[in-house]
Structure formats: structure tokens, C-alpha cells
């Protein structure tokens, strides 16, 4: 694993210090956090800092050192599939269905090849769908079912990490589309811009998508639309993906482990089988309803 010659956060400097060998949770506190005094207090400094990652191990001495499995490619390096659906509203067993989907691809760190289509969903819209999303029942007559896109949508996700604003919604729909049409559905890790963004900007009061592009300085052109949400959640991965690295999470299993837990959350998955637990919405920031936006 590559290491920054000057590292720049606390868990890089611990990484930094437990390469050269395994190292009691009182020399991790006096030379990584600058530490001294109660053991208790600077073992809980110390567990704080590096208990949730993966990377690191401490034995019932209190002795650290690094766990010895082989770093997985640089978050950077890692090809991402960010995913925008727009749906009918409700739910899939309820007979609802996509009738727009977006995919994104992030390759070595930027952002690149895009592919969208308009899905006739075989059932007409709701007319809180139209006004949201701007497209219409005529706009959808044409357009090709699922069966007819889906061989492309799995294509485009295969051997990638699917990434979504709150992506439970949308990988349920994906996943329950592909598992319609095709009867197999891509083994693939899944991440939520939501939840990272909590995670790695706790200070940030509203995380859903508009506040970050505004954050991030992100213009999105086709808000409510596949194609516009895609791109832009694209763009502010890339970001968030260089807010990770600068906390010293150098692959994907250090994300998910940093990821594991929010202060105030449930540590246990949904039903979706998400990456990590679905979020609840903060207050004052609504979840993707009905129609899936926010």
C-alpha cells in the first residue's frame, strides 16, 4: 500500500508508526495523538481512532499492529458505477416501475463515460411524477421496456461499486428490474453518498443532493432527471472520495469500516442488503419518497 511520504492525519501517522512493527496503546497515544496522562483516557483516545478500522488489530496486552491482510486498490483506482433512477412511485411489488435510469462511470478518479434511457414502465404516470421529473406519458410511449435495456444495465455494473444518493431506492429498483428480467442481478458492493457524506462531513447540516453539489460547488443542469442526478452525484463522489483519502482510508474495506457505525444509528442492515445500514432522514431533510427524489 502506497503511503504518503509526510502522512497527513492521525490514522496515516498511526499507520505510519505500526508499519515499523506492533506498539502498545500508550506509545500510539504519546506519539501519535500527542497524548499523555490516565491510561483509561488515552486508551480511549486511541481505540476512538483506529477501532472501527479494519486495517488494525489490538491483542489483550494493548498492543497494536497492523491486521496483515493485503490493502485492496487505492479507493482512487477503484471503478464506480453511480446510479440515478426516476420511477412511477412506491414499490416494486406494488407494480411500479423505472422509467428513467442514468449510469455513471468513475474511472481512476474521473468521472467519464455516461449512458441514460427513458424505460417505458408499461403503466401510466402519476401526475406528481410528471410535474417532479418533467417527463410524460408521450414521452414514454416510445421508449424501450427493462427487458430490452437490461443486458446493457448489468453490463455497465458488472466488476464495479454501485454507488446512489440513498442507494437502497435505487438499488432496489435496479435489482428487482434485472432480477425480472434477466433472473441474476450483479454480486456488487454498494455505497450511499448520504451516508458518507455524514460520516466525513459531520459539520454539514444537510446532506441530500442539492446541499452537497452546493457544497462541493457542483452544478446540476437536469435536476429530477436520471442523467442530471447521476452526473452530479458522480461529482461529489470524487470529492468525498478525496475527503476519505485525507483521513488516511486508503481502500474500500478501511471506507466500510470507518462507514460501519454513525453516532446515533442502528449498526444493522436493511433488507436491501446495503454496503451499510439505510440512513433515516435528518430532520429537516426529506427522504427519497414516493417518486424517489431529494
Not at 401510466?124 to 414521452?139: F, H, N, S
Not at 452544478?219 to 436520471?226: D, F, L, M, P
Request: hydrophobic letters at 45%; one cysteine or more; glycine letters at 12%.
Amino acid at each position: 500500500m502506497t503511503r504518503a511520504a509526510v502522512p497527513r492525519t492521525l490514522v496515516e501517522r498511526a499507520f505510519a508508526r505500526l508499519e515499523r512493527g506492533p506498539t502498545h496503546t500508550l506509545e500510539l497515544a504519546r506519539d501519535v495523538l500527542g497524548l499523555s496522562g490516565p491510561s483509561g483516557a488515552v486508551t480511549t483516545a486511541v481505540v476512538t481512532l483506529l477501532g472501527r478500522d479494519a486495517r488494525f488489530k489490538v491483542d489483550s496486552r494493548g498492543v497494536w499492529s497492523l491486521d496483515g491482510l493485503p490493502a485492496g486498490p487505492p479507493l482512487h483506482r477503484l471503478p464506480w458505477a453511480v446510479v440515478d433512477v426516476e420511477t412511477t412511485g412506491g414499490s416494486f411489488l406494488t407494480g411500479h416501475r423505472i422509467i428513467e435510469i442514468a449510469v455513471v462511470q468513475i474511472d481512476d478518479g474521473v468521472v467519464g463515460e455516461a449512458w441514460w434511457t427513458l424505460v417505458n414502465p408499461g403503466r401510466g404516470l402519476p401526475r406528481g411524477v410528471e410535474i417532479l421529473t418533467g417527463i410524460a406519458d408521450d414521452m414514454l410511449d416510445g421508449a424501450p421496456y427493462f427487458d430490452h435495456v437490461a443486458d446493457e444495465v448489468a453490463r455497465r455494473l458488472e466488476g464495479r461499486v454501485f454507488v446512489a444518493h440513498n442507494v437502497a431506492f435505487d438499488w432496489r429498483f435496479v435489482s428487482a428490474e434485472l432480477a425480472a428480467s434477466l433472473g441474476d442481478v450483479p454480486l456488487v458492493p454498494r455505497i450511499c453518498t448520504v451516508r458518507m457524506a455524514r460520516r466525513l462531513l459531520p459539520s454539514l447540516r444537510r446532506r441530500n443532493l442539492d446541499a452537497l453539489s452546493r457544497h462541493y460547488g457542483v452544478v446540476n443542469h437536469a435536476r429530477h432527471r436520471a442523467f442530471g442526478d447521476a452526473l452530479a452525484t458522480a461529482r461529489v463522489l470524487v470529492r468525498l472520495l478525496e475527503e476519505a483519502r485525507d483521513r488516511g482510508l486508503g481502500d474500500l474495506a478501511a471506507l466500510e469500516a470507518f462507514m460501519g457505525h454513525v453516532p446515533g444509528e442502528g449498526r444493522s442492515g436493511g433488507p436491501e442488503g446495503a454496503l451499510w445500514p439505510t440512513p433515516a432522514p435528518l430532520q429537516g431533510e426529506p427522504e427519497r419518497g414516493s417518486f424517489g427524489r431529494t
